[in-house]
């Protein structure tokens, strides 16, 4: 079991519900609908990797391969930068803050992240102990 991604997996889970309960409460009002979907979807793209992240983490007791703590540093990393990124534009919408377009352009760098996270996950599944 690795206990730093179970312990960074359940505090990114209580902030997706957090952040998700501000999305629909008090950013509704403040931004256009397509901000809100889009802040949607950071909050369900973290809570997902989340629980991914908490999966890694168990799994690695019984895949105790950098491949598995790898699955889990790349689904911290995409969290960070996939959700952290549709955050921002939303917020920075929120602000009518002008001249933060470049920051949809680390999304897919997140995206790219979670895939790897999935790909290196099921490598380890292929390694012999």
């Not at 911290?76 to 930068?81: D, S, V």
């Not at 939303?90 to 009518?96: D, E, F, K």
């Not at 920051?103 to 390694?127: D, E, H, M, N, R």
Request: proline share 2%; net charge positive; aromatic share 16%.
């Amino acid at each position: 079991m690795h206990k730093g991604f179970l312990k960074i997996a359940a505090i990114l889970g209580a902030l997706s519900v957090g952040l998700g309960a501000f999305g629909a409460h008090a950013l509704k009002g403040m931004v256009s609908d397509h901000a809100v979907a889009t802040f949607e979807t950071a909050v369900r793209y973290q809570f997902y990797h989340s629980f991914a992240l908490m999966l890694t983490g168990i799994l690695y007791a019984s895949f105790p391969f950098k491949t598995t703590l790898w699955a889990g540093r790349s689904f911290i990393a995409g969290i960070l930068l996939f959700s952290g990124s549709l955050y921002v534009i939303s917020l920075m919408q929120a602000a009518v803050k002008p001249g933060y377009g470049w920051v949809g352009a680390i999304t897919p760098l997140g995206g790219l992240c979670f895939i790897a996270g999935w790909l290196l996950l099921c490598i380890s599944f292929f390694k012999k102990n």
